[in-house]
């Protein structure tokens, strides 16, 4: 998709009071995507257990089930920005709102395993899709003075996805008399949590009829009249529309199409600044991340605790997660991005050298000591604080900022792929590393926290405060 990096007249700089409630409900609407990516990326996390049971499936077998959406995840990142120069991104939320739906009931309604996995592959293209669809848009409708704040719509919709779908899991285990195979309207009590997911990606389709279509593309398709109203909407009355869509097409013409043949260079295949993109995605993943999303509830009835509490936990973790988002998006541009990545590896270390401590212990009567325990549950919340509030936010800055002007989209891509990969690659390992050790599991996390910070402090250059311009 193309860059929305040009810089606005000065006369678009402000937006009326009037206009800004109609753009928060635009922005707001279009991060429903967000919600739904959140939402959907968690929700398995309250039926791994009952999908085990149910298909008498061994780790290796259930981990691929859990991490297959992460490949429809990366087919539709990199296919939704083309997608969406071609038909319009209001077209493109309406398919994957369609795809979360078709996903949603036939997750809910699987006749084997192989079909559930069909379901979750196309539930991850929705995924995908809204990854990259939502942050675009956003960035593409809003009036440059408030472009940040609106921006940062997709990050806190995502968080509250993530900690809504706990609360939900948590509700109907509870209806369910806390058995994730326990009836529930008809169904087993995972089949209702997966299906659940209809009624917001119905809802999301709703709203993508009654927000416009982004400016940008209505000019890229020489829809000029309709591109100014939309301008007026959102920028104000006091602004020169005509001059307006000049600069954007201006914008647009000088914009150089990034390709992968210009990420070649160096002596290691990719140019070094391409490198440590890859390195601060890969490092964002491989501190175990998605586990406290994807597995929570599985990893603390592995240690004694009832599935009620532990899915309960899961919920606990995932408001943990907001406010952790909370803080970095306060912080970010005060502290800086380094500083708060830093900081961030430091708290993480701590967080999950507790929880291999912790883990280490043998179970008594099927659970850990109870200081142990304490220790861990307290320790994981640690953890995903200081993700949080660094990592979660600061790696998507940093990709945002750090590459060349003429590279910025192709190396984007690429670390973003690598980003799903590593994410794949902790979710399918995790069953089977739990299974050989998991205090050993979380030992192998640690060294990865461990070893972001001189990651950071010798490869990564701080971005704060510098035009895009000045990248290199």
């Avoid at 997608?83 to 795809?99: E, F, H, N, P, S």
């Avoid at 295949?269 to 509830?297: D, E, M, T």
């Avoid at 461990?450 to 510098?466: C, N, Q, R």
Wanted: neutral net charge; charged residues 15%.
């Amino acid at each position: 998709m193309a860059s929305t990096s040009q810089a606005p007249s000065s006369g678009a700089r402000t937006a009326h009071p009037d206009h800004l409630g109609h753009v928060i409900f635009i922005a707001a609407a279009a991060a429903m995507g967000g919600f739904l990516f959140g939402y959907d990326s968690s929700v398995i996390n309250g039926a791994v257990e009952a999908i085990r049971d149910r298909y008498d499936v061994g780790s290796a077998v259930l981990a691929q089930v859990i991490a297959v959406a992460l490949i429809g995840c990366a087919i539709g990142a990199a296919t939704a920005g083309r997608i969406a120069d071609r038909i319009g991104r209001i077209r493109c939320m309406q398919i994957a709102a369609v795809l979360f739906t078709i996903s949603a009931v036939g997750s809910a309604l699987p006749f084997a395993l192989w079909d559930l996995a069909m379901w979750r592959v196309i539930g991850g293209f929705a995924i995908g899709m809204a990854s990259v669809i939502g942050p675009a848009y956003i960035a593409e409708v809003s009036p440059p003075a408030y472009r940040g704040r609106l921006g940062s719509f997709q990050q806190a919709a995502i968080v509250i996805g993530i900690a809504v779908s706990q609360l939900v899991n948590w509700g109907l285990l509870n209806a369910a008399g806390g058995d994730q195979r326990g009836e529930l309207m008809g169904l087993e009590a995972w089949q209702v949590m997966l299906g659940v997911m209809v009624i917001p990606a119905v809802l999301y389709g709703l709203l993508s009829f009654a927000i416009p279509e982004s400016p940008r593309f209505l000019i890229s398709v020489g829809k000029r009249e309709r591109a100014k109203k939309i301008l007026e909407e959102v920028e104000g009355r006091d602004v020169d529309f005509d001059a307006r869509v000049t600069e954007i097409e201006h914008a647009m013409h000088s914009e150089e199409k990034s390709s992968f043949k210009d990420l070649l260079g160096g002596s290691f295949f990719f140019r070094p600044i391409v490198w440590i993109g890859i390195g601060l995605s890969v490092f964002q993943q491989f501190v175990g991340i998605n586990v406290a999303f994807y597995y929570s509830s599985t990893l603390w009835q592995s240690v004694g605790v009832d599935p009620t509490d532990s899915f309960f936990y899961s919920f606990t973790t995932s408001i943990i997660n907001i406010i952790g988002t909370v803080i970095a998006m306060i912080f970010v541009d005060r502290v800086g991005r380094k500083p708060l990545a830093l900081i961030g590896s430091v708290g993480m270390v701590i967080g999950l050298a507790l929880e291999a401590w912790a883990f280490s212990f043998d179970l008594v009567d099927g659970k850990l000591p109870a200081t142990q325990g304490w220790v861990a549950l307290i320790a994981a919340h640690v953890f995903v604080l200081f993700f949080a509030l660094s990592w979660g936010v600061v790696v998507w800055v940093f990709l945002g900022e750090m590459f060349p002007n003429r590279i910025r989209a192709a190396a984007l891509g690429v670390a973003a792929s690598a980003q799903w990969i590593a994410n794949w690659a902790i979710t399918a390992s995790f069953p089977s590393l739990a299974d050989w050790n998991l205090s050993g599991t979380y030992v192998i996390y640690t060294i990865f926290a461990a070893l972001s910070i001189p990651f950071v402090l010798k490869f990564v250059k701080e971005t704060k405060g510098k035009a895009l311009e000045e990248m290199g």
